[in-house]
């Protein structure tokens, strides 16, 4: 727990220095400077072909963000590979599988242990059902996927906006309230990289391809919204819900919750805004993996969390509770997201037929 408590402290003094160019944040500057020279250099790399950057035979799609940090970049994927589902389309996810130990490309299952696969993707393919891999190369795990399910049709990637090996040919880019932050780069500043980007069209990057989503209440430019909030009821591990008005009350149990996100503070808030009344919260590192976390916890507390934790500590606290996020996104969204898979698939129907689109 000590190391956590440090890991907290460290990133509360980044998110603080990150919302302006102050003192702190000037100092970092020119380390900044040099570690976005080295990742030009390895755009312009892939740009010349010295890098490899290649292609699988469906359609991809990047769902990613440029900010370090929850910005809603997961439920966003989730969301998509839903919808692709309700349109009968045949969906499979990849992804890197942050904070598992093991490296191996493997494909993920309902009843896989998160710290083999990565808490993320066990989620994804908990919540949709769609085959999921992951791979530390995500073109090697694409492929395995299409091998296992040559009917696949469309690849969501989770994360990868600078994974410029695997070819894509649409991307999502996410933001919450923080927008670009002070507008620098890592370490100096949260962007992973400048805004607007210096895209990398060897990789399939186009701003035509570009869709950006905006997931907090005031977008700091132009781009899609959409609503997150949580559902109006938690998840046992046996799947029973519990309705919040169960919660609330005299005789309702005292909670204390806990998240290891990005952002905890704002499910925090997110419970207390349903009406739920926490007697103890606690923030941890994003992707904890709460393996020593159930002798910690007082007695007399009844646990609630994310969906994300509950798969690691319901294995320790299976009275743990998990609250689902809801995230509502504007039709006009999807409108463009459908317009540009049918263009994609049209323009592969015609390069079949042996015709060109103008």
């Not at 994804?124 to 996927?145: E, H, I, N, S």
């Not at 649409?170 to 919450?176: A, G, H, N, Q, Y």
Request: aromatic share 8%; hydrophobic share 40%.
């Amino acid at each position: 727990m000590r190391s956590a408590s440090v890991k907290t402290v460290v990133e509360s003094f980044f998110k603080r220095t990150w919302r302006s160019r102050g003192v702190a944040a000037t100092l970092l500057w020119p380390i900044a400077t040099a570690l976005q020279g080295i990742a030009a250099l390895r755009r312009e790399l892939y740009r010349r072909g010295f890098l490899a950057v290649r292609q699988v035979n469906c359609m991809v799609i990047v769902v990613g963000n440029v900010v370090v940090g929850g910005a809603g970049k997961t439920p966003t994927a989730i969301s998509i590979v839903q919808h692709l589902r309700s349109r009968q389309m045949k969906v499979g996810v990849v992804s890197r599988g942050y904070g598992r130990k093991s490296q191996e490309c493997k494909e993920v299952f309902a009843t896989d242990d998160p710290s083999d696969v990565g808490d993320e993707p066990l989620l994804f393919q908990r919540k949709t059902g769609v085959p999921v891999w992951v791979g530390q190369d995500r073109y090697v795990a694409a492929m395995a996927l299409m091998a296992a399910h040559p009917d696949t049709q469309v690849i969501v990637c989770d994360d990868g906006m600078q994974h410029y090996g695997l070819w894509r040919d649409l991307e999502v880019c996410v933001f919450d309230n923080r927008g670009g932050g002070n507008g620098w780069t890592l370490p100096a500043g949260p962007l992973r990289q400048p805004w607007p980007r210096a895209s990398v069209a060897s990789a399939g990057q186009d701003n035509n391809q570009l869709l950006v989503l905006h997931t907090g209440a005031t977008p700091a430019f132009a781009g899609f919204t959409a609503h997150r909030t949580l559902a109006d009821h938690a998840i046992c591990s046996d799947g029973s819900i519990v309705p919040f008005e169960q919660l609330t009350g005299l005789h309702a149990p005292s909670l204390m919750a806990v998240a290891g996100i990005a952002q905890p503070d704002m499910f925090f808030d997110m419970l207390i805004s349903r009406g739920l009344t926490l007697a103890s919260t606690r923030a941890l590192p994003d992707h904890y993996d709460f393996d020593s976390y159930s002798n910690s916890t007082p007695k007399g507390y009844r646990l609630i969390c994310t969906e994300k934790d509950a798969l690691k500590i319901w294995k320790y606290m299976p009275n743990a509770l998990a609250v689902p996020l809801v995230q509502t996104t504007e039709s006009s969204f999807w409108q463009a997201l459908d317009h540009r898979i049918q263009e994609h698939f049209a323009s592969q129907l015609s390069f079949r037929h042996g015709h060109t689109t103008t």
